[in-house]
């Protein structure tokens, strides 16, 4: 339906988003160069958002005030209906308010308020969580877009790498049962990152001490994708090591639960605490364009 979903338009390219979860379902050129991973059979999402954790919780539970609340991976936000606040040719603006059935399940009152901006260079997300409530706000945010991997249908998966806007000496972190586990020496070797298949075998790679501001997908020549953030502090990569052609590159503010903190979710490593009537706007950018040959920045 019409309602459903709202397309931005600017230069030759296109942006499409939903109401569910206020998802980004596509980005792609005139010409037919979709970005975005079509939620296939590997993964049935397409760049969805992370609210209120990012990643999992041990067992699966959000304890606050000594009382145990179910919360599962990532948050509820993805499979909520959020309200349009604006539509327009090149914007669109969406919320998401706390009721009786969020509170049952995170005990705070909050506004979820999403923008998306799309110009001829590419597409602008910014995220503002607002404390409606009367005590401090614990939260997690984070974005989870799914590129197409490859980029154009026939490229090898390895001809892909990513470069970092900066070194990236310090250890990673990989999950142990969703939780996060032992950390691992960094894979990014002159601010590059190769792409393969076997680097997701232990699921997601995590950057908690992260110090670029952007990262840079692409192959040696053809199409190629910069996300660049801003207020967020950690970042995930993430694919199938099945075959499944979709790379994720995902900022976020926060992250699952170390897997010896087992307190309050208000004292859990990575969250955000918002005061009351305050708020907090983080904001990330996907670029997309095509090259002859790419080059790093």
């Not at 049935?44 to 958002?49: E, K, Q, Y």
């Not at 232990?202 to 190629?224: H, T």
């Amino acid at each position: 339906m019409a309602e459903d979903i709202h397309t931005l338009r600017s230069g030759d390219l296109s942006a499409t988003v939903t109401v569910q979860g206020a998802e980004l379902c596509s980005l792609k050129t005139d010409a037919g160069l979709e970005f975005i991973w079509q939620a296939g059979p590997g993964w049935p999402r397409h760049a969805p958002l992370l609210f209120p954790i990012v990643g999992r919780l041990k067992n699966d539970e959000l304890r606050h005030q000594s009382k145990a609340y179910r919360m599962t991976q990532h948050g509820f936000a993805r499979d909520r209906q959020f309200e349009w606040l604006e539509r327009s040719a090149t914007q669109c603006v969406l919320a998401l308010s706390d009721d009786a059935e969020t509170r049952a399940i995170y005990p705070f009152a909050f506004r979820l308020v999403v923008t998306y901006s799309l110009d001829q260079a590419g597409l602008e997300v910014q995220l503002q969580v607002v404390n409606t409530g009367e005590e401090v706000l614990p939260a997690s945010l984070g974005g989870h877009p799914a590129f197409n991997w490859p980029l154009v249908p026939g490229e090898r998966k390895e001809n892909y790498s990513l470069t970092f806007s900066q070194d990236e000496p310090h250890p990673i972190r990989r999950l142990e049962g969703g939780l996060l586990g032992a950390s691992a020496p960094s894979p990014v070797n002159n601010r590059v990152l190769a792409l393969t298949e076997a680097l997701f075998i232990d699921d997601a790679i995590i950057f908690d001490c992260l110090e670029s501001s952007s990262v840079r997908y692409a192959a040696e020549r053809g199409p190629w994708v910069r996300v660049s953030w801003s207020g967020f502090r950690e970042l995930g990569i993430w694919s199938k090591p099945s075959g499944a052609p979709f790379l994720c590159i995902e900022p976020w503010r926060g992250y699952a639960s170390p897997l010896a903190f087992d307190g309050e979710f208000a004292s859990k490593p990575g969250v955000m605490h918002i005061a009351p009537g305050a708020e907090e706007t983080l904001s990330f950018r996907i670029a997309v364009g095509t090259s002859i040959r790419s080059q790093r920045r």
